[in-house]
């Protein structure tokens, strides 16, 4: 797989990443259901194998169990086909397991520590700031101050590059004045547009990468996902019960641009789900796509998305299919508290 640089740092990506939300599993707030991590680190090594050179984590996700797998997961390949682990930090937990949010520098170094400890590696490729406030649109707590935490991590060399996710551009620009940012994680999709205006605009302007995330809406453009699947989501699973994306009256018309992304893909020799991440790859500002991917099998209806270049009848195509919307990245419930 061909790879690109990462902003200006020296981390040279593949088009796809593994993404491991769903890697956490089931048992926490924000669960995708149970994940063998049997199946997770299989996924991994697959991966791996096929050129997928980054794993993108974060402390939240199964609070620690995500990282943990991926700590397994990377003991068990040999050091020539090790991805680079991306991680990110900022979403804290209690004992009861319910999820808050810090930039406090102490509290970030603290988490630092602690996902290199769960990771097993000497230092992570990029940590990020997972969220700028949480909730969506609580109080900001000091960017700036949770930068020069991660400088200091950087410093000692617990980190190599330092990324921030969720950000927009005024928030970008109070990190870069205290710190290098090497990317941006933002949410994109074919439902997910919000950041065209400004956010990739600036991240162009002042050579930040794009790892953008939830490319296929969390599995709905995927092209297996129907109306009797969702009904069967188990309780566990976020996106039954607290994403409107999966509901009607949106799920009518999400399904029928399924179909278009089917009849593209169909030309190419391509899943829907190529179809939908090479659509968000078009644009030379994204560096990398990151796609969940729960078990091996599932490579192979993704893989293809790193080659596809979509034609501009296609893309008229799927544009002119495309709902108005913007969707939310988040559980519904978040972005309503
Ligand atoms: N920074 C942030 O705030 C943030 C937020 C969200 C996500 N992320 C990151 O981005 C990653 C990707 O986003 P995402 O996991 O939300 O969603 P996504 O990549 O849009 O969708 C992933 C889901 O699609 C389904 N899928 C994958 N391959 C498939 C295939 N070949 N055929 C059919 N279905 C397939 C799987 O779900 P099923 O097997 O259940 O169908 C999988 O869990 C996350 O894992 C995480 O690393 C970051």
Redesign the pocket.
């Known amino acids: 797989m061909q790879t690109r640089q990462l902003g200006q740092s020296d981390l040279y990506i593949s088009p796809l990443g593994f993404?491991?939300?769903?890697?956490g599993g089931g048992n926490w707030e924000y669960g995708?259901?149970a994940q063998d991590d049997r199946d997770s680190i299989a996924a991994i090594a697959a991966a791996a194998d096929a050129g997928i050179n980054w794993i993108?984590?974060?402390a939240a996700?199964g609070l620690g169990h995500a990282e943990t797998v991926v700590g397994r997961a990377l003991r068990t390949l040999p050091a020539d086909r090790r991805p680079y682990v991306f991680t990110?930090g900022s979403l804290v937990w209690d004992a009861q397991g319910r999820i808050s949010h810090s930039l406090d520098p102490a509290s970030l170094s603290r988490e630092i520590d602690e996902s290199l400890r769960r990771l097993n590696v000497e230092a992570i490729d990029l940590y990020?700031i997972?969220?700028p406030a949480f909730p969506p649109g609580a109080p900001e707590q000091s960017i700036e101050a949770a930068i020069a935490a991660l400088a200091d991590a950087q410093r000692a060399g617990k980190i190599r590059h330092i990324g921030v996710?969720?950000f927009d551009a005024a928030q970008m620009e109070r990190a870069r004045s205290v710190a290098p940012i090497a990317s941006l994680?933002p949410?994109y999709?074919l439902l997910m547009r919000g950041i065209e205006e400004s956010i990739l605009p600036y991240t162009a302007a002042h050579g930040i990468g794009n790892i953008v995330?939830?490319?296929?809406?969390?599995?709905l453009?995927?092209?297996?996902?129907t109306r009797e699947r969702i009904a069967a989501l188990p309780a566990d699973?976020w996106r039954a019960q607290r994403s409107p994306e999966f509901q009607e009256p949106n799920l009518t018309r999400n399904l029928a641009l399924v179909e278009v992304l089917r009849g593209v893909g169909a030309r190419h020799g391509r899943?829907p789900?190529e179809v939908a991440i090479a659509w968000t790859l078009r644009n030379p500002v994204v560096t990398g796509a990151?796609?969940?991917?729960?078990?091996p099998d599932?490579?192979?209806?993704?893989l293809g998305a790193a080659s596809l270049k979509l034609t501009d009848a296609d893309l008229a195509e799927i544009d002119a299919a495309r709902p108005e919307t913007t969707a939310s990245?988040?559980p519904q419930s978040l972005v309503n508290a």
């Open positions: 993404g491991t939300w769903a890697t995708w259901g993108d984590t974060a996700y990110k990020q997972h969220w996710s969720n994680q949410p999709s995330y939830s490319p296929l809406q969390s599995g453009l995927s092209g297996r996902m699973d899943t789900a990151i796609v969940g991917v729960r078990r599932q490579l192979d209806g993704l990245p988040v």
